[in-house]
C-alpha cells in the first residue's frame, strides 16, 4: 500500500524537520544507531534480517515525553538475499520522572507507544507494528547515552498477493548516540 510507504517518509521528514525547529530553541536533541537483528518465527533455520541504515532521531517535547524516529533498511540473509524492509518506526517515549524543563537530556525509566510502518520489497507486503516499549535511558555521560527497551506487540502483515496476516512482535532494542545541541 503506497499510503504506507509515503506516510512514513512524511513522519519522518516532520520529526526531522522538528528536530531542527528545536534545535533553534536549544533542546537536545538525541542522535544515534539502533543496531537491530530480525529473525520472524517463519523464517528458516539460518535466514534473518540486520537494519543497515539504523538511524535514530529524539527529540524532548515535555517535561516527560520526548519523540522517537528510527530508519528501516533491513537488509536479508536467506534463500532470496537483499534489501527486504524499507521503513521506519516510531516511538513516544513517556518518562516516569518529570524533568524540570524540556531543555534538559532525557533519562530513566520509561514507557510509550510504538508505530511502525514498512514495506518488505522480497515477500511483497506492507508491515503496520503496534507495540508499547518499556525501556530504560542512562544518564548522559556527557553527551554519549545508551537506552534498552523491549518492543511487545502485533505485526500487520498486508500482502500484495496472499491473505493478511498478524504476527507477534518482540524485539529487543539498544539505542547507542548523543545529545547534542544540549541545553542548560
Known amino acids: 500500500m503506497k499510503l504506507i510507504k509515503y506516510s512514513s517518509v512524511f513522519i519522518l521528514l516532520y520529526l526531522i524537520t522538528s528536530s531542527i525547529i528545536y534545535a533553534q530553541d536549544k533542546r537536545p536533541v538525541f542522535i544515534g544507531l539502533q543496531p537491530s537483528f ?41 534463500p532470496s538475499d537483499g534489501i527486504s524492509d524499507v521503513g521506519a518506526q516510531f516511538v513516544m517515549p513517556i518518562y516516569f520522572k518529570k524533568k524540570e524543563n524540556t531543555k534538559a537530556m532525557s533519562h530513566g525509566f520509561y514507557a510509550g507507544p510504538v508505530l511502525g510502518l514498512g514495506t518488505n520489497l522480497i515477500d511483497d507486503h506492507n508491515t503496520l507494528t503496534l ?21 511487545l506487540g502485533a505485526s500487520y502483515f498486508d500482502y500484495f498477493n496472499k491473505s493478511n496476516t498478524w504476527y507477534s512482535h518482540i524485539g529487543f532494542k539498544i539505542n547507542i548516540g548523543f545529545w547534542v545541541n544540549r541545553g542548560k
Open 131 to 151: 507495540a508499547v516499549e518499556p525501556g530504560y535511558m542512562f544518564k548522559p555521560n556527557k553527551r554519549f547515552s545508551i537506552a534498552l527497551g523491549l518492543q
Open 38 to 78: 530480525t529473525k520472524e518465527t517463519f523464517y528458516e533455520k539460518n535466514e534473518f534480517d540486520i537494519n543497515v541504515i539504523p538511524l535514530i532521531v529524539q527529540v524532548p517535547v515535555g517535561k516527560r515525553i520526548d519523540l522517537r524516529a528510527t530508519s528501516e533498511v533491513n537488509y536479508h540473509f536467506g
